[in-house]
């Protein structure tokens, strides 16, 4: 990580979200600070939130994997880098909350993942901590590649 806002630019996947990370960097910002814990406008972040907890936002990526169905984030409302330092109630919390996304979206399948610490290492764009469900297939759900 070379910049204050805690991004990886290396790890981006799309031109728009390189050029969406650089005015970020170029702000000083952690950007889920930013959107999610402060919620100061403009936010860079385009999507809605979908749902909100004491403890989580969840929204959809921005920039979906390819061969997804739909690609969520959960982001926590505090900025730390490690699970380690989750608190039982944000567990319980994030819990919930993958619950009731699933529940809204009639979500049946999905990997769940959370990266921890070290965005150049562990393929993160953002150091702020924050999971991912994704779930595979085509606009309608139905998987025609895995991996
Ligand atoms: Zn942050």
Redesign the pocket.
């Known amino acids: 990580m070379k910049n204050s806002s ?1 991004l990886n630019l290396e790890n981006a996947r799309e031109d728009e979200q390189v050029s969406v990370m650089r005015d970020i960097i170029a702000d000083g910002v ?4 930013h959107d999610f ?1 402060d919620f100061l406008e403009p936010m860079y972040h385009a999507k809605p939130i979908l749902h909100k907890n004491s403890s989580w936002i969840v929204t959809e990526n921005a920039w979906p994997y390819e061969n997804t169905a739909q690609h969520l984030l959960f982001v926590l409302r505090r ?1 730390i880098t490690h699970d380690s330092a989750l608190t039982q109630k944000e567990i319980q919390d994030l819990w919930t909350l993958k619950k009731r996304i699933e529940k809204d979206r009639t979500i049946t399948h999905g990997t769940f993942l959370m990266r921890s610490s070290g965005a150049g290492n562990t393929g993160a764009t953002v ?2 901590l924050h999971a991912q469900l994704i779930v595979s297939g085509d606009e309608n759900g139905v998987v025609t590649k895995v991996g």
């Open positions: 805690g952690c950007p889920f600070c814990v900025h150091h702020h």
